[in-house]
């Protein structure tokens, strides 16, 4: 689905992302954790072409990204960045329909699909007509995530999705995106710094520092199996805090 | 929401266009007579005489009253934006064709009318430069005569802007005299009499025919070395009116000679001290010396407020419309291309640090006198403050959210116009806003090239020392500012989106 190869970015003297490979197929979610600043939103903007690499190159679906075919690609891909990122002039509904009435979608078809999304996360019909600093945390989050499903797209980028929840709204969330994950059968590449959450969702855990890939394998491979003293810590660290 | 904006724009500029002022549209007909008259009083008499003895023969006559200095009308009659003005013989020869060595009269019709221009016999009365102070004070130091000023080197001198700049005036008058004053000062003709009186000035020029001399007590001085050319009052005229329409020259110079010198004393001093209008005035004397019966008639304050309101309306709606819609592209750009953005803006800024009266006055080469100058300065007065809210409207833009607009998958053009500009219209229409009040208050001055406005009863009531219309111009002006900002704060809820709105409360 999504294969990073041997991507780098530098800004100015710092080496955000360096040598990265990434493959993502269908129906497996990956999760990208790592210290604050380690380059997992670098990554992230990197597959969705928001900035270019100095190095290396992105394909998607076995086709190269390029500047000509990136509009097409970016509606086939969900993407929920840090932060949310919904528009604030534009209530909740018109956040989530903004493309597809771009791409002239008929209105019933848009009413349905909004119907199945509002469904599938829970989210208050109510509420569709507040603009989002109407809206709680959750709830935001909720309909950022709605925006990037609407066009069913076939990937999903997540940057920490459940950023600033707090804990009882973020478990909750977790088993409802678990769950949409599951029924929906994307591929999906999450970013976290929860080393939890990532071995809640991931079939496939990257942990990175300082740009770079230090371990990729499943949750027990990280905890049994630590590549070097980092990788102990950073796992133990959140785990001893309990 | 996008759409909304341009619907209201074109309802501006439609609404604008269906209250142009039948001047303009009128523009260059063939059978318009075009008069012009300086801003201070004696002129603007001498204008309304031309006016109503045109008017009475039937003739379609504008008169455009109180324009700036004496270069702006002389360039619009032999550029054709008037076809009449009175003049003086010595401004002629001094100002207008300085620099020419003209030796006598036939040399200096000979001059003109190689510009197209005819010189009108002298009407009547020779309004010759004097220098003068108060009597009070003239008694005191014994001064009879301007050689007697040698004597007094401490005495702060007044003068007219133009009189300190043309050949005739302070510079020479210094020379040939050898005054030794060095306090002096360039100030408004209008304004010195006050400055006379309250003793911030003790000499001032004068016109030989000021109806202040009386009033306020004044001494002319007596010009013992003959330093002041004449000053014959004179119509001045295009040669292509002999030709367009001889009736109406001929007419025109029924008021050869019959002005005399006490007879322009006494009008002046009807307008200016018993606060009779310019026209009435004017028509009076026609009836008196020509027996021409005009159709004189009192134009009541609320109809000038009414002409006025409407003249500086289309000043400013005008001019801030085509400021909208040129200065929110530029902001664009000046956000899409940084480089030549800020090219843009210090273009723009350059413009925003000429005094508005020099701007409006620059255009006059341009677009000749009337609303069309006025309303190209308002225009690039209001570019700024758009062009900068829209530009820092945009650049203030989250990241996040650029970055969420871009990963969508929306091209560049539908960002801009379904994201970028709605969030950044709170900025844009706050930038439309200072414009806008910006424009009312400069659009005063439009007045001086013959834009009307609230200007006129402002610039009026300076020249009249009349404090009331004075406030006839400034307090509908002020209240059309205060109208405007009340305008803006109404239509906020309608082009900003309320999910801004709720940000900027919280
Ligand atoms: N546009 C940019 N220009 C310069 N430096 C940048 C830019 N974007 C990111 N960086 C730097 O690159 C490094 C990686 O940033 P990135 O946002 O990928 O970190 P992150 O792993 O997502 O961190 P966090 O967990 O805090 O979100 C950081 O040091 C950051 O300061
Ligand atoms: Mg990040």
């Known amino acids: ?242 | 929401m996008i759409s909304k904006t341009k619907r209201l724009l074109l309802g501006i500029v439609i609404a604008a266009n269906f209250c142009l002022p039948q001047e303009s549209m009128a523009g260059d007909s063939k059978d318009e007579v075009n008069v012009g008259s300086k801003k201070f009083t004696e002129s603007v008499i001498l204008g309304e005489m031309a006016y109503y003895l045109l008017i009475n023969n039937g003739i379609n006559v504008i008169h455009k009253a109180e324009l700036g200095g004496t270069q702006i009308l002389f360039k619009s009659l032999v550029q054709g934006e008037l076809d009449i003005y009175p003049e003086y013989t010595g401004t002629i020869l001094q100002e207008i064709l300085a620099g020419e060595s003209i030796k006598n009269e036939d040399e200096l019709k000979d001059k003109l009318a190689s510009m197209g221009i005819l010189m009108s016999e002298p009407l009547g009365f020779n309004n010759s430069y004097v220098i003068g102070m108060k009597k009070e004070i003239a008694e005191k130091l014994n001064i009879n005569k301007v050689s007697d000023l040698r004597n007094y080197p401490e005495l702060k001198f007044g003068f007219s802007n133009e009189f300190m700049d043309r050949e005739d005036g302070w510079p020479s008058l210094q020379r040939k005299y050898n005054l030794p004053q060095r306090d002096v000062r360039g100030i408004d003709h209008d304004i010195g009499y006050r400055g006379l009186e309250n003793g911030s000035i003790d000499v001032i020029d004068l016109y030989a025919t000021d109806a202040e001399i009386d009033y306020y007590n004044l001494k002319s001085l007596e010009d013992d070395l003959n330093h002041f050319p004449e000053y014959q009052a004179v119509f001045l005229y295009r040669s292509d009116l002999v030709t367009r329409n001889p009736e109406l020259v001929k007419s025109l110079l029924r008021l050869e000679g019959i002005i005399s010198e006490s007879a322009m004393i006494k009008l002046n001093a009807e307008v200016k001290l018993a606060g009779k209008s310019e026209g009435e005035v004017a028509s009076r004397f026609l009836e008196r010396e020509l027996n021409v019966e005009t159709e004189f008639y009192q134009v009541t304050i609320i109809d000038k407020l009414i002409q006025n309101t409407y003249e500086h309306l289309f000043l400013v709606v005008i001019s801030l419309s085509a400021a909208i819609i040129i200065a929110i592209p530029l902001g664009i750009v000046t956000y899409k291309i940084p480089r030549f953005g800020q090219l843009l803006l210090g273009l723009i800024g350059v413009i925003q640090t000429i005094p508005s009266l020099a701007l409006i006055v620059f255009m006059i080469p341009l677009l000749g006198i009337g609303a069309k100058p006025a309303i190209a300065a308002l225009f690039l007065y209001s570019l700024l403050p758009i062009v900068r809210n829209t530009y820092s409207g945009l650049k203030d833009i989250p990241l996040q959210l650029s970055e969420s607009a871009e990963a969508l998958g929306l091209p560049s053009k539908v960002r801009m116009m379904k994201i970028e500009l709605p969030l950044a219209s709170r900025s844009i229409l706050s930038g439309i806003k200072t414009a806008a009040v910006i424009n009312v208050g400069t659009a005063t001055l439009g007045a001086i090239i013959g834009a009307g406005g609230y200007g006129q009863p402002i610039l009026t009531g300076i020249r009249l020392d009349d404090t009331g219309l004075i406030l006839q111009g400034a307090i509908p002006a002020a209240l059309l500012a205060f109208g405007v900002q009340g305008l803006f704060e109404l239509l906020e809820p309608i082009f900003v989106s309320k999910g801004l709105r709720l940000g900027e409360n919280s």
């Open chain 1, 1 to 242: 689905m999504l294969r990073l190869k041997n991507v780098s970015k530098k800004f100015e003297e710092l080496q955000a992302v360096s040598s990265v490979d990434l493959n993502l197929w269908e129906r497996e979610t990956i999760v990208l954790v790592g210290p604050s600043g380690c380059g997992k939103s670098t990554l992230i903007r990197l597959a969705i072409g928001i900035i270019a690499p100095d190095e290396g190159e992105v394909y998607f679906k076995g086709e190269l990204v390029t500047p000509e075919n990136l509009m097409e690609i970016r509606r086939k891909i969900g993407y929920v960045i840090q932060e949310g990122g919904l528009f604030p002039h534009l209530t909740a509904i018109q956040n989530i329909r903004l493309v597809a009435e771009y791409l002239n979608w008929d209105s019933d078809k848009i009413k349905n699909r909004i119907k199945e999304l509002t469904d599938l996360t829970h989210f208050p019909v109510g509420a569709l007509e507040r603009f989002p600093l109407e809206l709680s945390g959750g709830q935001r989050q909720r309909v950022s995530l709605m925006r990037a499903l609407m066009l069913d797209p076939e990937m999903l980028l997540l940057d920490e999705p459940l950023g600033a929840l707090d804990p009882m709204i973020r478990a909750d969330l977790q088993d409802e995106l678990k769950e949409i994950f599951r029924s929906l059968g994307k591929a999906v590449l999450l970013v976290t710094h929860d080393i939890h959450e990532a071995g809640f969702f991931a079939d496939e855990i990257l942990l990175m520092k300082d740009g770079k890939v230090l371990q990729q394998g499943s949750i027990r491979e990280l905890l049994d199996d630590p590549v070097d003293d980092f990788v102990k810590k950073f796992i133990s660290a959140q785990r001893n805090r309990v």
